[in-house]
């Protein structure tokens, strides 16, 4: 396995800091809990950890509106804090990635505090003004990803600034040099420290049409639908000019041993290829969201595997996310027992695994009263609230989930006495007990991480199959997508097969692949 990055082979789990372990009883996570959470994740499993941003901010967007690109805000720690965390997960073989949010600032970073203080300002142009429209009124008919114009009006200067999300996030200007600089300095500052590599926040939409025309409107819009979907955003996100950028930062990036960029990219999926770039020079791993987008039907999901598997570039490497912060936890999308096939099928699937914290002791989306609603996405429209998966880590049955001695930021699950961490680890058929065997299977077998995948037809609507090759090794992955028992004949793929795993956790067995039945939501690893 040794020309494989550790990028490739790894496993990459996302923390949310502000919900996954206070050490100060203040109610919010910080960095000391992570580093006190490290030996956990160690024993899971898991290889790098991505760290939602925890940079100075005022948190109108719980960090991603940053004030201060190269510090950490207090409520986490210090940089001292952040070096002893970044040496206590490389003690232990793991990596860290950081969040990088260049699309935009806080109207409190002092960047915009300065451009907007007068027309004539060096960093005017750091941000993106526009004279009212010729009716008076915004410049464009341009939607905020959270609802609303995406412009806010200064009375000071008389002129609209553009930001994509909350009124707090003026959008940077990426066609000025100058912000480009300042970004990749902030880059190099943590590049510097030793961090492993960045996720960045919204990549394909940091540049915007010059001429600032208005968006067509999306026939395909139906009520339920994000309000900032009724537009296609045509004018506003994934520009050709784009590209030179991602390419700018991968290069920087390249003048390090072994860092990998990360791009958060919504796109369909001729459009994300684009994003490796011409000659792979662009992000290493352009996020796939298809398991969370997609309705959870085995042949869809068959399609999609299939699909994205032939559309790859030469050299790309492929990748699957099952949750994140800003979508409703699988558990709750699909149910508790088709995670375990959800889980299953994102640890053998060819390509890296991230995996959303909680998620591996079934955390649920927890419902939040509308008045204890933090997120500025759920304050304008609360059916696409994201605190629900945002909620405390249930790490054991004490008060709060021993999350924290405080009052927790938001809620703590009902469930947090059965579903945690120390009780799932002294059940052996527990989601927490399937998820830790997965990844052991992957880390110790070559066909679940760096073999080939040929998807099998199961003929058999409910199930998808698929087998990973490594020569000599073979393995058969088999998911019942439904409640109901399936029989199956995949014979044509194998007479007999060894079971190494099924989500049941409850047996091994050499088994007949002409008369194979899968339980009720069971998936099974079969050595074949
Ligand atoms: C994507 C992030 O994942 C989300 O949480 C955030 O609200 C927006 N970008 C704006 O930064």
């Given at each position: 396995?040794?020309?494989?990055?550790?990028w490739?082979?790894?496993?990459?789990?996302?923390?949310y800091?502000?919900?996954?372990?206070?050490?100060?009883?203040?109610?919010?996570?910080?960095?000391?809990?992570?580093?006190?959470?490290?030996?956990?994740?160690?024993?899971?499993?898991?290889?790098?950890i991505?760290l939602?941003?925890?940079?100075?901010?005022?948190?109108?967007?719980?960090?991603?509106?940053?004030?201060?690109?190269?510090?950490?805000?207090?409520?986490?720690?210090?940089?001292?804090?952040?070096?002893?965390?970044?040496?206590?997960?490389?003690?232990?073989?793991?990596?860290?990635?950081?969040?990088?949010?260049?699309?935009?600032?806080?109207?409190?970073?002092?960047?915009?505090?300065?451009?907007r203080?007068?027309?004539?300002?060096?960093?005017?142009?750091?941000?993106?003004?526009?004279?009212?429209?010729?009716?008076?009124?915004?410049?464009?008919?341009?939607?905020?990803?959270?609802?609303?114009?995406?412009?806010?009006?200064?009375?000071?200067?008389?002129?609209?600034?553009?930001?994509?999300?909350?009124?707090?996030?003026?959008?940077?200007?990426?066609?000025?040099?100058?912000?480009?600089?300042?970004?990749?300095?902030?880059?190099?500052?943590?590049?510097?420290?030793?961090?492993?590599?960045?996720?960045?926040?919204?990549?394909?939409?940091?540049?915007?049409?010059?001429?600032?025309?208005?968006?067509?409107?999306?026939?395909?819009?139906?009520?339920?639908?994000?309000?900032?979907?009724?537009?296609?955003?045509?004018?506003?996100?994934?520009?050709?000019?784009?590209?030179?950028?991602?390419?700018e930062?991968?290069?920087?990036?390249d003048?390090?041993?072994?860092r990998?960029?990360?791009?958060?990219?919504?796109?369909?999926v001729?459009?994300?290829?684009?994003?490796?770039?011409?000659?792979?020079?662009?992000?290493?791993?352009?996020?796939?969201?298809?398991?969370?987008?997609?309705?959870?039907?085995?042949?869809?999901?068959?399609?999609?595997?299939?699909?994205?598997?032939?559309?790859?570039?030469?050299?790309?490497?492929?990748?699957?996310?099952?949750?994140?912060?800003?979508?409703?936890?699988?558990?709750?999308?699909?149910?508790?027992?088709?995670?375990?096939?959800?889980?299953?099928?994102?640890?053998?699937?060819?390509?890296?695994?991230?995996?959303?914290?909680?998620?591996?002791?079934?955390?649920?989306?927890?419902?939040?009263?509308?008045?204890?609603?933090?997120?500025?996405?759920?304050?304008?429209?609360?059916?696409?609230?994201?605190?629900?998966?945002?909620?405390?880590?249930?790490?054991?049955?004490?008060?709060?989930?021993g999350?924290?001695?405080?009052?927790?930021w938001?809620?703590?699950?009902?469930?947090?006495?059965?579903?945690?961490?120390?009780?799932?680890?002294?059940?052996?058929t527990?989601?927490?007990?399937?998820?830790?065997?997965?990844?052991?299977?992957?880390?110790?077998?070559?066909?679940?991480?760096?073999?080939?995948?040929?998807?099998?037809?199961?003929?058999?609507?409910?199930?998808?199959?698929?087998?990973?090759?490594?020569?000599?090794?073979?393995?058969?992955?088999?998911?019942?997508?439904?409640?109901?028992?399936?029989?199956?004949?995949?014979?044509?793929?194998?007479?007999?097969?060894?079971?190494?795993?099924?989500?049941?956790?409850?047996?091994?067995?050499?088994?007949?692949?002409?008369?194979?039945?899968?339980?009720?939501?069971?998936?099974?690893?079969?050595?074949?």
């Amino acid at each position: 396995m040794t020309e494989h990055l550790w990028w490739q082979t790894g496993i990459v789990y996302q923390i949310y800091p502000r919900s996954f372990m206070d050490s100060n009883g203040d109610g919010t996570g910080d960095l000391q809990g992570i580093i006190s959470r490290l030996d956990y994740l160690h024993w899971l499993g898991v290889n790098a950890i991505w760290l939602s941003p925890i940079f100075p901010s005022p948190m109108a967007d719980f960090g991603y509106d940053v004030a201060d690109y190269v510090d950490i805000a207090p409520i986490f720690g210090t940089l001292a804090d952040f070096d002893q965390l970044l040496h206590a997960a490389h003690e232990r073989g793991l990596k860290i990635m950081l969040d990088l949010v260049p699309n935009h600032s806080s109207d409190e970073h002092p960047w915009f505090v300065e451009s907007r203080s007068s027309r004539n300002n060096a960093k005017r142009d750091w941000y993106i003004w526009r004279d009212p429209g010729p009716a008076g009124g915004p410049p464009n008919n341009w939607q905020s990803f959270f609802g609303g114009d995406a412009w806010t009006f200064d009375p000071a200067t008389g002129q609209y600034y553009l930001h994509l999300f909350d009124t707090k996030q003026p959008d940077l200007n990426w066609r000025n040099p100058a912000v480009r600089d300042a970004i990749y300095a902030a880059m190099r500052f943590w590049l510097d420290r030793g961090v492993d590599g960045f996720r960045v926040d919204v990549i394909w939409l940091l540049i915007k049409d010059e001429q600032y025309r208005d968006n067509p409107m999306n026939p395909a819009w139906k009520p339920g639908d994000p309000p900032h979907s009724r537009q296609e955003q045509v004018y506003m996100a994934d520009l050709p000019e784009v590209h030179d950028i991602v390419r700018e930062m991968r290069s920087l990036l390249d003048q390090y041993h072994e860092r990998v960029l990360i791009g958060e990219i919504y796109l369909p999926v001729p459009r994300l290829m684009l994003y490796y770039g011409t000659n792979r020079d662009e992000a290493h791993l352009p996020f796939n969201f298809q398991l969370i987008l997609l309705p959870w039907d085995a042949q869809v999901v068959r399609e999609a595997v299939d699909t994205y598997e032939a559309a790859l570039p030469t050299g790309a490497w492929p990748n699957w996310v099952l949750g994140n912060h800003d979508q409703p936890r699988i558990a709750s999308r699909v149910g508790l027992d088709q995670a375990r096939v959800a889980q299953m099928m994102l640890l053998t699937l060819r390509g890296t695994p991230t995996c959303y914290y909680g998620d591996e002791i079934g955390m649920q989306n927890v419902p939040i009263p509308l008045e204890l609603i933090h997120d500025p996405q759920g304050k304008d429209d609360p059916a696409h609230s994201r605190d629900p998966e945002r909620t405390p880590m249930q790490w054991d049955a004490s008060a709060n989930a021993g999350f924290t001695s405080g009052q927790p930021w938001l809620p703590v699950a009902d469930n947090y006495t059965t579903v945690n961490v120390v009780a799932q680890r002294e059940d052996a058929t527990s989601m927490l007990a399937l998820f830790r065997h997965l990844i052991e299977l992957r880390h110790t077998m070559p066909a679940l991480s760096i073999g080939a995948h040929q998807s099998v037809d199961s003929r058999n609507d409910h199930v998808f199959a698929y087998v990973r090759e490594h020569a000599p090794q073979r393995v058969l992955i088999v998911l019942n997508f439904s409640a109901d028992k399936q029989d199956l004949d995949l014979s044509s793929t194998s007479v007999t097969g060894r079971l190494l795993c099924t989500t049941y956790m409850d047996s091994d067995d050499t088994l007949n692949l002409g008369y194979l039945t899968l339980r009720p939501n069971e998936g099974m690893i079969i050595a074949i």
